[in-house]
């Protein structure tokens, strides 16, 4: 991979930095950018968390705005103003469009530093989006014409949605998201210490979500979707991983009880350990309603040989292909559908399908590929030079 000339400086802008799809593909991108010549900084407009701390861990500068975004404070957008004047980048990188909107106009303010955005969604209406978004969006769509030298996306879907909200279509430039298959990978011992651990036998087929407890992700849907299964393969277990997903939850406890999937759904939490837990899926699984632009989960299952059902959100049936099945949103007969007959293939043809799966992130959608698209990106928007 090319690097770029040294002392030069990129700035992150994200609105938080709690894990979800744009921050954690943010953390990804610069642990692999890192290594070159280039130096960066990430500016979180509201609080800390998990991604927070994986960036300090590689090594990069954090700084932390505190903007509240119930009550937001002016003042915090002049500090923005004189953080970007004190660290003086080439660029600046903002994410989500809070970031996008007020990392624009902070960049201007500090000396027309030229500024790339990052759009990561692939849905806006009034029952999904909070009406302050909205606002934000549209004056991002105006601004879009002026303030970004460059507009990336990470799905068809999201290029087409934001140019008819009026995004200046000339800008855009398509960078999916990208994927470490050497972190995940396929993991033989993970099928047996995973089943080990949540006290099944080394056969039992096992259908998985990592995801945070969101509306967005259709949780219902799965848990219907897996009481219908499970009139047809008992012998099934599923899986839900991430932040929000665990027995103290009242609103997953009542749901599990109304579907009487108690004691075949196992709710872990927030773990650390995802690319161990997606290895061990006979079947990965996307339940989402709305919102994705591409799902990480589909992905990162894809490069651990794990074929996929998703709902039919975001490029989630461009990534996917022939190697699994994209079915409707909210339609858990449907879910439950795709998954059996995905679980009634001879095991060599699901085989099959994973491997094909993988293939397609490795030629496609690699963390490396990713990351070289940025560094172009960078030197066409930022004029930085070799």
């Given at each position: ?128 989006s909070k009406r302050r978004t909205l606002r934000v969006v549209r004056l991002c769509a105006w601004l ?243």
């Amino acid at each position: 991979m090319a690097t770029l000339k040294a002392a030069q400086q990129i700035v992150h802008i994200i609105t938080d930095l709690k894990p979800g799809g744009a921050e954690t593909m943010l953390a990804r991108l610069l642990a692999v950018l890192k290594s070159g010549d280039i130096r960066f900084h990430v500016i979180s407009l509201t609080g800390d968390g998990k991604i927070g701390e994986m960036l300090r861990a590689e090594g990069i500068p954090v700084s932390v705005l505190g903007f509240d975004p119930q009550s937001p404070n002016p003042l915090l957008f002049f500090t923005l103003v004189k953080l970007l004047r004190q660290l003086k980048p080439d660029g600046i990188h903002t994410w989500l469009y809070h970031a996008d909107l007020l990392g624009g106009l902070a960049a201007r303010l500090a000396g027309n530093i030229p500024v790339v955005w990052a759009l990561h969604n692939s849905t806006l209406d009034s029952t999904s989006s909070k009406r302050r978004t909205l606002r934000v969006v549209r004056l991002c769509a105006w601004l879009s014409h002026f303030v970004p030298q460059k507009i990336t996306y990470c799905s068809t879907v999201s290029r087409d949605l934001h140019i008819q909200l009026g995004y200046k279509a000339e800008k855009m430039v398509f960078i999916p998201n990208g994927f470490d298959l050497d972190v995940f990978q396929p993991n033989a011992d993970a099928r047996l210490s995973v089943r080990a651990e949540l006290g099944l036998s080394p056969e039992t087929p096992l259908v998985g979500f990592m995801a945070r407890f969101d509306p967005q992700k259709d949780l219902n849907n799965f848990i219907q979707a897996a009481a219908l299964l499970n009139q047809r393969m008992p012998e099934v277990r599923f899986l839900l991983a991430g932040m929000g997903i665990q027995n103290e939850n009242a609103v997953l406890a009542q749901w599990l009880d109304q579907s009487k999937m108690q004691g075949m759904i196992y709710l872990l939490g927030r773990r650390d350990d995802t690319p161990r837990l997606t290895a061990a899926l006979d079947l990965a699984t996307v339940s989402s309603a709305y919102g994705e632009a591409f799902p990480l989960v589909i992905g990162e299952a894809m490069s651990c040989e794990v074929p996929c059902v998703a709902t039919d959100v975001g490029d989630s049936k461009m990534i996917i292909g022939t190697t699994g099945r994209v079915v409707p949103p909210r339609d858990p007969q449907a879910l439950a559908d795709a998954w059996y007959a995905m679980l009634s293939l001879p095991a060599s043809e699901r085989r099959a399908l994973g491997y094909q799966a993988r293939q397609i992130i490795a030629d496609h959608y690699s963390i490396s590929v990713s990351a070289e698209r940025h560094q172009n990106l960078y030197r066409d928007a930022f004029n930085l030079v070799d």
